[in-house]
């Protein structure tokens, strides 16, 4: 299930990605929701659907989001299980496969697994999938590690969903617009439902590549996390509130300084202590891609991450008003 808003080009790459995958072919159907697409869209899927080798479903809609995409996908769909991803994603050949043998119990209600950025993306987006997958950016939890911080949940380009758990617990809040497979998976997890990972189910993802949508992105990610825990308090866990800790204690800490409040040698000592960390964290994402350059993108990524992620924690929570309707 995909939804799409103007993004031909990529859409094209992913279709064209389905249509190599080994799962026999006339075991799945892929349902495409048009969100009002204001591109070349519609033509690039007529082009398609005249040689697709699977059954292709496109279906258009008012410009709703894509919430309500996904839980119009469900209503058409015909499987037993239930699977979603984005548009701007490519997929290996044996990624069905993959995800479908992890379901070996009906306690299963859904499944994720890694999204990487293609080999072939520029730098700064395969720093921007270090930043996303890394320990200090994210505590671990989206690349499922071993090392996890809080509770993991699959994401919405790369989640298998038991049509039974869906049907019992529901789909996808419309009232939301982004953390929407989040919030599903919570409620799967209070029904009693396990979420599983599996780590040999890769979709590769398009990052963000410039500065600006990484910036709103993580700004847009604090607010939601928040708009998540007022719905589920549930899923409010420690390692969430370090980054708008962190924007705290900076603030308070340089205006107590400056107020001579507070030594400004230890406020010094810890502000040199978290940009070591983050150099650290580019030592090491440098040498994992390779990239003498990276060392230079990858601490301000870092930083923008934790800094961004906490100001919209904080703006949402002291001033409810953000409206998220994103494709990612």
């Known amino acids: 299930m995909v939804p799409t808003y103007n993004r031909e080009r990529m859409l094209r790459a992913a279709l064209e990605s389905l249509a190599c995958l080994s799962y026999p072919r006339d075991l799945y159907e892929v349902i495409l929701v048009d969100d009002a697409s204001s ?27 894509v919430t309500v995409a996904r839980n119009r996908a469900i209503r058409v769909a015909q499987g037993d299980f239930l699977v979603f991803t984005d548009d701007d994603c490519t997929f290996a050949a044996d990624w069905l496969e993959r995800l479908l043998e992890a379901v070996d119990s009906p306690a299963v209600g859904a ?31 989206r690349a499922k590690t071993g090392r996890s911080l809080a509770a993991y949940y699959p994401r919405g380009c790369n989640f298998l969903v038991a049509r039974a758990a869906i049907e019992r617990v529901g789909g996808f809040d419309p009232s939301l617009g982004a953390g929407e497979e989040i919030e599903l998976g919570y409620r799967l997890r209070r029904a009693g439902y396990l979420l599983l990972y599996a780590a040999r189910a890769p979709v590769y993802h398009r990052r963000r590549d410039t500065w600006r949508d990484f910036a709103r992105q993580l700004f847009a990610r604090g607010v939601t996390r928040v708009q998540l825990i007022r719905r589920h308090p549930g899923l409010l866990e420690w390692s969430y509130l370090i980054p708008p800790a962190l924007v705290i204690a900076f603030a308070v800490g340089a205006m107590l300084s400056l107020a ?67 494709y990612r």
């Not at 409040?261 to 406020?267: D, E, H, Q, T």
């Open 39 to 65: 591109d070349g869209t519609a033509g690039t899927v007529r082009e398609f659907m005249a040689k697709s080798p699977f059954r292709l479903i496109y279906l258009r809609q008012s410009h709703a989001g």
């Open 260 to 326: 001579r409040l507070l030594s400004a040698g230890l406020f010094l000592i810890s502000v040199c202590s978290y940009l070591l960390l983050l150099g650290a964290g580019g030592f090491v994402g440098a040498r994992g891609l390779r990239s003498g350059r990276a060392i230079i993108i990858i601490p301000p990524l870092l930083f923008l991450q934790h800094a961004l992620y906490g100001v919209g924690f904080l703006t949402e929570l002291i001033r409810p008003q953000y409206t998220i309707v994103g």
């Open 111 to 141: 499944v994720g697994g890694p999204d990487p950025a293609p080999a072939d993306s520029s730098l700064f987006a395969r720093c921007v999938d270090f930043a996303f997958t890394s320990f200090i950016g994210t505590g671990g939890v």
